[in-house]
């Protein structure tokens, strides 16, 4: 064998992504503001009691294991660029899958990122002044830089997740030492650490803040679109996403316990600036600006994990011929999806520019986890289909794992239904958009084999 026989073929992308690489892109890919905002309206929710409030931190953490675990057997049997993408489309059907697709191109990944920059200018503008023009040039250029590292390689843009996922993480857990040594926020809290009854209202609020935690979590699963680039993807693939979501159970569970040492229970259910206003209150003002630098970094890393991913989907897609040809291709020096990057940066600044990201994503959102929900069932198709297929992890307690992820993701898209119908009716609208685009791309691929 010479060494030209080693090199992967001229279209494909190349495994370089190792155990460390996916446990950082997990945590890195789910932690941007989330953590630093959110705790205070979950404590709100559930009217202001410490032990539910935390229950609900840990049940979305849990929930998310389920479907970690549940995706760690679909990615380690098949380990191909796209994820959850490929499960979809090999089990429920083209057009399902590329309606995933098309959703999360044109809204939640490209408005995730659009979102992403907005926030890093308004926290920027905490520390140096900025203007709303020269804000809008900052989002574009955040873009383009992220962008830029994800064309030039991915093992460029696995380094730099590394080291922006560990700088946040280290941040964060010196940040809530530091606010559970100095605070004394616990003091005289016990007559709400737990409610004297469990109402349905109490019920309807930590129904209501799983809603809001489970968006704290959001991100996890984008880790499998890159299941292509990984090496020894039976192993490291799984274990890689298990490791990183309970490492953010736990990160996420200490932040919390840290918010209510520095502020107690009254001042983090006053506070939606949480995570300034405790240091600034147990440390000084001054740190205050830290945390500043440290969600600049959070919100770069959850942009670049964001670009490291989702543009896999649309190599896959395009690979299919149900999306633009260009994008499917691999540059021939870099080995990335350099096109499918460069289109999703595009349509992300233009997003960022005009704002539109915030109505897309509120509409839209939801709607991911009926394809997270569909990937997931996707673990009984293949089963039932390819019962011999090798599969070295199979997700623990099954069926019961999968089925209560699903179970989950059912009950936020049917809250969202029910409780804010023409949101929903809008936002099935807007994924159903796609549909006359399937069939342009299909018959268009139709033609191409008939002709070749």
């Given amino acids: 064998m010479n060494q030209a026989d080693d090199k992967p073929p001229k279209n494909e992308l190349v495994r370089t992504l190792g155990l460390r690489d996916i446990i950082l892109l997990t945590i890195g890919s789910v932690i ?17 009691f410490i032990v539910p409030a935390l229950l609900v931190w840990l049940v979305g953490g849990i929930l998310s294991l389920l479907g ?82 994800n064309v030039l390689g991915t093992r460029k843009s696995a380094n730099l997740q590394n080291w922006t996922t560990a700088i946040k993480v280290i941040g964060i857990l010196v940040m809530s030492g530091a606010l559970l040594w100095l ?33 704290a979590y959001e991100g ?18 799984p274990l890689g996403m298990l490791s990183g979501t309970a490492a953010l159970v736990l990160i996420y569970l200490f932040a919390n316990v840290g918010y209510l040492a520095a502020l107690g229970p009254s001042g983090v259910a006053g506070s939606d600036r949480l995570a300034a206003t405790a240091v600034a209150t147990v440390v000084s003002p001054a740190a205050a600006k830290l945390v500043s630098v440290m969600i600049l970094i959070s919100i770069f890393s959850a942009a670049n994990s964001i670009f490291l991913t989702s543009p896999r989907v649309y190599y896959a897609m395009a690979t299919d011929g149900l999306f633009f040809r260009r994008l499917a291709e691999v540059h021939p020096r870099f080995k990335t999806p350099a096109f499918a990057v460069i289109a999703g940066a595009v349509w992300a600044a233009v997003l960022a520019v005009t704002g539109t990201f915030q109505q897309l994503l509120t509409y839209v959102v939801f709607i991911g986890w009926i394809f997270y929900a569909l990937a997931a069932a996707s673990v009984f198709v293949y089963r039932r289909r390819m019962p011999d297929a090798v599969r070295p992890y199979r997700v623990p307690f099954y069926p019961l794992t999968p089925l209560l992820f699903i179970a989950a993701a059912a009950v936020i898209v ?37 002709s070749s």
Avoid: H
């Fill in 183 to 215: 605070g004394s926020g616990f003091t005289g809290s016990g007559s709400v650490l737990w409610p004297a009854a469990f109402d349905s209202s109490l019920a309807s609020g930590f129904g209501l803040a799983m809603i809001g935690v489970l968006w």
């Fill in 32 to 48: 941007g503001s989330g953590i630093f905002l959110v705790p205070g309206a979950v404590l709100r929710q559930v009217d202001g």
């Fill in 220 to 237: 996890w699963q984008f880790v499998s679109y890159s299941a292509g680039e990984v090496k020894n993807p039976q192993l490291n693939f």
């Fill in 414 to 450: 049917v809250n969202t239904i029910v409780t804010q119908p023409g949101l929903a009716a809008i936002g099935f609208g807007i994924v159903l958009i796609g549909a006359p685009a399937y069939f342009i791309w299909r018959r268009k691929d139709s033609v191409q084999e008939s």
């Fill in 68 to 149: 970690a675990l549940t995706y760690g057997e679909l990615g380690a049997m098949k380990p191909a660029a796209g994820g959850l993408y490929i499960y979809i489309r090999d089990c429920f059907g083209r057009f399902p899958a590329f309606l995933f697709g098309w959703t999360l191109f044109f809204v939640i990944s490209s408005g995730s990122i659009a979102t992403l920059a907005v926030a890093f200018t308004a926290y920027l503008g905490e520390i140096v002044p900025v203007t709303s023009v020269v804000a809008k040039l900052i989002a574009v250029l955040m873009i383009a830089v992220v962008a830029a590292v």
